[in-house]
């Protein structure tokens, strides 16, 4: 016998009304207000990803300096491609890997040539966390008990995502700036060479010149040095032990 809402009427041979939420382990209570929070989110990521760029230039100098169609086009797609991994593999509980970060790694990769130092690409993605961060708590009921203790679930993840995608930016930047390190020696090796033979005045070598901005001059003096080897072996006698 069950107590209908009427005060002092019993009604005889009813169940109580239990409500989906009560009937499921906590666990799973919590992983649908975690579903149901990302799913708030997910609808927002094209406004999240303008957010983040934003932030970029308030606090950034780099791109404080930067060209509006740059911000707007590249580093608001990099930060998106970046947001829709990260939404993907919290609504799924996949770990996040570097393969599905390639668009970061590559837009890394620009930055070198795009005057935007790696301290200010790392700091740009520490921004990135901040705001993913920052609106996932937007999309939370807070006065909802069960909400808040959900989202409390999506640290780590979120911090699991931020740590991988510096890893790969800094690996993407870093690889990108030996090649054009790489490349310039050789520039400057095949100028070398150029200049050696006599072949200044072409206008390849005006090319590689203006590329490494070395400003060429009439005449060189050209100084080779041998040294032999075996008088560079040092011993203790040569040492004045």
């Not at 002092?8 to 239990?18: K, Q």
């Not at 390849?204 to 072996?233: E, G, M, N």
């Amino acid at each position: 016998m069950t107590r209908s809402q009427s005060p002092g009427v019993e009604v005889e041979g009813s169940e109580p009304d239990v409500s989906d939420a009560s009937r499921q382990p906590p666990d799973a209570v919590r992983q649908d207000m975690v579903q149901e929070i990302l799913g708030r989110l997910s609808g927002q990521l094209e406004t999240v990803a303008q957010r983040m760029v934003e932030r970029y230039r308030e606090e950034i100098i780099d791109y404080k300096l930067a060209d509006h169609d740059f911000l707007y086009r590249d580093v608001h797609g990099v930060s998106l491609a970046g947001l829709q991994v990260a939404m993907g593999n919290l609504e799924s509980g996949r770990k996040p890997t570097v393969e599905q970060f390639e668009g970061v790694r590559s837009g890394a990769g620009r930055r070198v040539h795009q005057a935007v130092s790696l301290e200010s690409f790392l700091h740009a993605v520490r921004l990135w966390g901040q705001v993913l961060w920052q609106s996932v708590l937007a999309c939370t009921h807070a006065d909802i008990a069960a909400e808040r203790e959900a989202t409390l679930t999506l640290v780590a993840p979120i911090l699991e995502h931020i740590d991988l995608l510096s890893v790969v930016a800094a690996r993407g930047y870093l690889d990108e700036l030996q090649t054009v390190w790489s490349d310039r020696e050789m520039v400057r090796h095949d100028l070398l060479e150029a200049l050696i033979a006599g072949d200044g005045d072409s206008e390849r070598v005006r090319r590689l010149a203006l590329s490494l901005r070395v400003r060429l001059s009439q005449s060189y003096l050209v100084v080779v040095a041998r040294i032999d080897r075996k008088s560079t072996r040092l011993n203790s006698s040569h040492l004045g032990i």
